[in-house]
């Protein structure tokens, strides 16, 4: 079975903190990991995916097999970063997606 | 500017109501999915359509069908609205191509059950 674990329901940096919003999953092939972002008042849209390699607004996330984590970073977060941070996984080639629970990450200025 | 719309954003139902929750979009996109959206559950899926006329269950179908006729809609229908059915109902489309696909949101459908 597919599952997609986001530990931490809220969390609160300041602003020019380092951010990492944990990701965990369980998935017994080769999962595609996604990260999913909703701004206040806007779509849910995708912020980044891991075959991509590519940093989006100043975020990366690395999978990591071994622990079975794709934690998303930002170095030094900004105000606009506040959102809410969905995790999803999807087998690979397959064209569904399981979510996490998300997180609310809310920067402080 | 691709699009995902939900027709109704806002719906207030009563115990036992059918209740239909539509969804339109203009990317051409052969897949279609409905989730619910809850606080500290995160987005379940409900039904799913990689083409018309064809739906798959997600994780949650109970309480829920679904109808594909045309490629651009996916229509969600509550045969007998509950309480437990008061939530976020987002819709979303994807492409086939190029393995799992990018998914576009619509801006989602609040319903109340009373």
């Known amino acids: 079975a597919q599952r997609v674990t986001q530990p931490e329901k809220l969390l609160s940096v300041f602003k020019g903190a380092p951010v990492e919003l944990k990701c965990n999953y369980s998935?017994?092939?080769?999962?595609?990991l996604f990260w999913y972002v909703q701004y206040s008042r806007q779509r849910l849209q995708l912020l980044l995916r891991?075959?991509s390699r590519e940093s989006i607004k100043g975020f990366t996330a690395d999978l990591n097999k071994g622990e079975t984590s794709f934690h998303l970073k930002k170095p030094f977060a900004q105000e606009e970063d506040s959102a809410m941070y969905y995790c999803?996984?999807?087998?690979?080639?397959?064209?569904?997606?399981?979510f996490g629970q998300g997180t609310r990450l809310t920067i402080n200025p | 500017d691709v699009k995902v719309t939900q027709s109704s954003r806002y719906l207030v139902k009563r115990t036992g109501e059918k209740v239909f929750l539509e969804c339109v979009q203009d990317?051409?996109?052969?897949?279609m999915f409905w989730y619910r959206q809850d606080p500290g559950l995160g987005l379940r899926l409900i039904y799913f359509?990689?083409?018309?006329?064809?739906?798959e269950k997600g994780d949650i179908p109970e309480g829920y069908s679904v109808s594909r006729e045309k490629k651009e809609r996916f229509s969600l229908i509550l045969e007998s609205a509950s309480t437990n059915q008061t939530s976020m109902y987002l819709c979303?489309?994807?492409?086939?191509?190029?393995?799992?696909?990018?998914?576009?949101f619509g801006e989602g459908s609040r319903l109340t059950v009373l």
């Open positions: 979303a489309s994807s492409s086939l191509a190029g393995g799992t696909g990018e998914l576009f």
């Open positions: 998935y017994s092939g080769s999962p595609e």
């Open positions: 891991h075959i």
């Open positions: 999803a996984l999807s087998g690979w080639g397959a064209q569904k997606l399981v």
């Open positions: 990317m051409d996109h052969e897949n």
């Open positions: 359509s990689y083409d018309v006329k064809m739906k």
